[in-house]
């Protein structure tokens, strides 16, 4: 006797409230960048923006970073502070210089415990301050001091 044919699915997800560079934004959604060189981290840190509703745009060094920060206007930069091009210490140079991406508040995420860090990323302009591993309901919490919902 014959063996009934199998069903087949694919399973198909996208991260929830992510975009891509240059996809189209959903109206009304803050838009957060992300820029750490980690795919990983910035698939991550999609993800648990997108449980809260924000759409993300990810750049993986500072200079790309940049040019996105000025491209897109995005409510929220979270930034790793090593990274090629500069790293965040750059970055955040990049974006208090220029007008337009001056106001905009920047997350520093970083795994590196030197103590004068904290005061390093302050001083160039950085709002807050995360260490890596990240925990979610810490980074909402970051989050929420300046995208309220």
């Given at each position: ?25 959903s ?11 980690d ?28 040019m996105?920060?000025q ?79």
């Amino acid at each position: 006797m014959a063996e009934p044919p199998r069903k087949s699915f694919q399973l198909k997800y996208q991260l929830a409230g992510t975009t891509g560079p240059g996809a189209p934004e959903s109206p009304g959604q803050p838009v957060v960048l992300v820029v750490d060189d980690d795919s990983d981290i910035t698939r991550y840190l999609s993800a648990v923006l997108g449980t809260r509703g924000l759409s993300t745009i990810s750049a993986y060094d500072a200079i790309q970073g940049f040019m996105v920060a000025q491209r897109q206007s995005p409510k929220l930069v979270v930034v790793d502070w090593h990274m090629p091009a500069g790293g965040g210490p750059q970055l955040l140079r990049k974006l208090r210089d220029n007008p337009k991406t001056a106001p905009i508040p920047v997350i520093v995420v970083t795994a590196d415990s030197a103590p004068n860090l904290r005061d390093e990323a302050t001083a160039l302009g950085a709002r807050l301050f995360l260490h890596k591993p990240l925990d979610p309901d810490r980074v909402i919490e970051a989050i929420r001091q300046f995208l309220p919902e």
